[in-house]
């Protein structure tokens, strides 16, 4: 019986296996594809509530601002970063009794310009279409002129609000203030970021050496939506935060 059951399993072992063929077909998807009539009654509803959600009218812009507008600072990147400033200030005293002292955005974030004419919500989804939020790290002032340093090398129009930095074409730092003051190196500043960056997004290594960060739980989209919301008419405008000088 033994010597039986040895040769079944022999031969179990080492019987062939087949690959059994199946048919496939390709699928197109496009405007051809026949729907669902059963699926799209169900999807209807909230379909039509988005769509109405998306074309509110929030505010109005009386010309159009685009990221590419300006050499070191721009209309919109203003905006923005004011935008992050203004709505990020009384979270970050009522939670934690604390003042935000500067933000900064990248210039590769605004992903659409601001357009003429009204403002819907749907078009804060197209200048920030990411899902990026705001924190607020703690830095020293001396990591804050790492933050000067990068800035003065990229020569990009990077957003910035709460500080003043000139500089001239070849880099050279002329004047930097942080709420209108000289930048003291001891000091702990409070910095509105996105997490992107402070995770080293744009190569801002420098938010590495921060040791204490604060998630607002607040999307940069979300904070567009409320800042359009709460102006009547949009007039950013290019200033003297972020410039070249002699």
């Known amino acids: 019986v033994k010597f039986f059951a040895l040769i079944l399993g022999f031969l179990s072992c080492n019987e062939a296996t087949t690959t059994q063929s199946k048919d496939s077909q390709r699928l197109t998807i496009d405007n051809n594809l026949k729907s669902d009539k059963e699926i799209d009654s169900v999807i209807r509803p909230y379909k039509t509530r988005l769509e109405a959600s998306m074309n509110e009218v929030l505010s109005y812009s009386d010309n159009e601002y685009k990221k590419t507008d300006g050499a070191l600072n721009t209309a919109i990147g203003n905006l923005m970063a004011d935008a992050v400033f203004k709505q990020s ?4 005293k009522k939670r934690y009794n604390l003042d935000v002292d500067l933000v900064l955005l990248n210039h590769g ?11 819907f919500t749907k078009t804060a989804f ?8 705001v924190v607020v790290a703690q830095m020293k002032g001396k990591v ?18 709460g500080m003043t930095l000139h500089i001239t074409k070849k880099g050279k730092l002329k004047k930097l ?16 970021t996105s997490d992107y960056l402070y995770n080293g997004g744009d190569r801002m290594e420098f938010f ?9 739980d607040y999307k940069i989209r979300a904070i ?23």
Not at 177 to 190: A, M, W
Not at 208 to 216: A, H, M, N, Q
């Open 89 to 92: 200030v009384p979270i970050l």
């Open 109 to 119: 974030g605004i992903r659409a310009p601001l357009p003429k004419g009204p403002i």
């Open 126 to 133: 197209n200048i920030m279409p990411f899902e990026n939020k």
């Open 144 to 161: 804050v002129m790492e933050l000067v340093n990068y800035l003065t090398k990229a020569k990009r129009a990077h957003p910035i609000s």
């Open 177 to 192: 203030e942080i709420q209108g003051k000289t930048i003291d190196l001891n000091k702990i500043y409070n910095v509105a």
């Open 208 to 216: 590495k050496k921060s040791k204490t960060v604060f998630d607002l």
């Open 224 to 246: 567009l939506i409320d800042y359009f919301t709460a102006q009547d008419t949009l007039n950013p405008k290019r200033d003297q935060r972020f410039i070249y000088t002699n």
